[in-house]
């Protein structure tokens, strides 16, 4: 255990100091993105935080960083870190709902004492599509971008909210997530790019590579799952795409609305 968390943590932030060093512009750890864990113990499922460490590293660098959070639960984690920081601001898009894990991030969850407004919390509920999520995404993150000016990024792509892990939850497909994605790029500012949650491995895979081609701009989305050992797993399609699931979204047009709303209020507390 006690490797595994060396090789997270250290790659990371590695990771970070390339980003620094100005030696690369987008440096990626899949690997990463452990958004969970506390300062004195793990949580849900993570033993480090190493997003908390490489914002950490950033910092030494680049005086403003922004924390963006598409995992399906919510990065409580890196939010209580900096929760009463002006110079970190922490951005997630996640299920929240009574009884789901970790029960943090509601839309009224904005920091504390001067850290008040630099905390955003889109909270989601189920059957959330890609088109939900690029639809808060879009009303409120440039917002928050031109608000508190970044000098550098870290995005957590945690892909247990894609069509066919066990959660059944949300239903976006890899597509969803190299939009957003394609967005933070846009920004052109130092990008470190982790991994996170994810419980149907093919699907992740698809998600994660699909990301990185995007990057390149490729898209491999209408490729054939090349052959590997692992191949039976991507059946019975054996195709990078991942089709939408039928799950109705419960976020209304009214909901993503209020949500926009109440975010771009809060804004006007960034200094």
């Not at 390339?18 to 849900?44: C, M, R």
């Not at 999520?133 to 792509?157: G, H, M, W, Y």
Request: glycine share 12%; hydrophobic share 35%.
């Amino acid at each position: 255990m006690f490797d595994t968390v060396c090789v997270i943590g250290g790659a990371t932030l590695g990771a970070a100091e390339e980003l620094s060093f100005g030696y690369h512009k987008i440096v990626i750890n899949w690997f990463g993105g452990w958004h969970h864990g506390q300062p004195d113990k793990a949580d849900g499922f993570c033993y480090l935080n190493d997003c908390v460490l490489g914002i950490r590293k950033l910092r030494d660098h680049f005086d403003r960083v922004l924390y963006i959070d598409i995992d399906l639960h919510h990065g409580n984690g890196v939010e209580s870190a900096f929760y009463e920081s002006t110079k970190v601001l922490t951005y997630s898009v996640h299920k929240y709902e009574a009884g789901f894990y970790p029960g943090s991030g509601d839309l009224a969850d904005i920091g504390r004492g001067r850290g008040r407004g630099y905390s955003v919390n889109i909270p989601l509920r189920d059957g959330a599509s890609d088109e939900t999520l690029n639809t808060v995404v879009e009303s409120t993150l440039d917002s928050v971008v031109d608000r508190f000016k970044p000098d550098a990024i870290v995005c957590q792509c945690g892909a247990d909210g894609v069509v066919g892990d066990p959660h059944q939850s949300f239903s976006y497909t890899p597509g969803g997530l190299v939009r957003v994605v394609k967005r933070v790029v846009g920004y052109r500012k130092p990008l470190l790019l982790l991994g996170g949650g994810g419980y149907n491995h093919p699907n992740v895979a698809r998600t994660w590579t699909l990301i990185t081609a995007s990057l390149l701009d490729l898209d491999l989305s209408e490729r054939d799952i090349p052959e590997h050992e692992h191949l039976l797993e991507y059946g019975p399609g054996f195709e990078m795409s991942v089709s939408p699931s039928n799950k109705p979204d419960q976020n209304d047009a009214n909901y993503l609305q209020h949500i926009a709303s109440v975010v771009n209020s809060n804004l006007e507390l960034i200094k």
